[in-house]
């Protein structure tokens, strides 16, 4: 019996993989869904929520997401959700996104949230500058 389910898994994982059923359409409707998703995500209730949210549009890089977020690190009461909108806006990386951790790093009330913007503020510029130094020897050498 459990050879059986384990032949048939194996020819479900095998014709998954050779015949996949999502085309490109399909992919932007789930990237559309799941980037709605995940803004509907942060203005949730739940914090458990609003913090992975935040977290998953900074892997993703949603810049749509930058203005929900610095609201989130600007008036949230909650330490950890102002760390996650500064971790998320950090991983997003545009000018605004950057000035708002910036921001934080000055007006922001709690020492710890203080020192996580400080920390990601100082690394978006040391892997800006390391990246363009490496450019432009890349270049020199050529």
Known sequence: ???TFTILFLILFVTAIIFPSAGPKTNLIVKHNT?????IGLNSDNIGLKSS??????ELKISRAVIPLMKMLHDSIDEEL???AALALYKIGTPMAINAVKQAIR???????NKHCARFYY???KN??????ISMVAAKQR
């Open 53 to 58: 949210s935040a977290y998953m549009i900074g």
């Open 123 to 125: 690394d978006f510029f």
């Open 1 to 3: 019996m459990k050879f």
């Open 82 to 84: 102002r760390i996650a």
């Open 35 to 39: 980037v709605e998703s995940l803004l």
């Open 107 to 113: 007006f922001d009330a709690s020492e710890r949230v």
């Open 128 to 133: 800006k500058i390391t990246d363009e130094d």
